[in-house]
């Protein structure tokens, strides 16, 4: 079975940056797409990023221009460059991938904390 591992999380101030990386356990296996999603407390997990095999991005509104998503190192693997962090991005970060098969499937990571302090 495949894992999503998350790396980078931390205590940061507004107006710092992170990095966050997400590598697979294998590159053998085929992803559609790579994704960044993000959970506070009392909210439901929302989309950040995504990636695609074709290299393209995608991104929320709320981080558009202040993140930046890309390949890692390996072919299954992504990061998160985050810039200007703001309270409000405090959450759990969560690593996402689609098999690159009709029927849905998805993989995750067991989550990073950020937290932004003001």
């Known amino acids: 079975q495949v894992q999503l591992v998350e790396s980078g999380g931390g205590l940061v101030q507004a107006g710092d940056s992170l990095r966050l990386s997400c590598a697979a356990s294998t590159d053998t296996v085929c992803f559609s797409s790579m994704a960044w999603y993000r959970q506070a407390p009392g909210k439901e997990r929302e989309l950040v990023a995504v990636?695609?095999?074709?290299?393209?991005?995608y991104y929320s509104d709320s981080v558009k221009g202040r993140f930046t998503i890309s390949r890692g190192n390996h072919k299954n693997s992504v990061t998160l460059q985050m810039n200007s962090l703001k309270p409000e991005d405090t959450a759990v970060y969560y690593c996402?991938?689609?098999?690159?098969?009709?029927?849905?499937?998805?993989?995750w990571g067991q989550g990073t904390q950020v937290t932004v302090s003001s």
């Open positions: 990636f695609t095999s074709g290299n393209s991005t």
């Open positions: 996402n991938a689609e098999v690159c098969e009709y029927i849905p499937f998805d993989y």
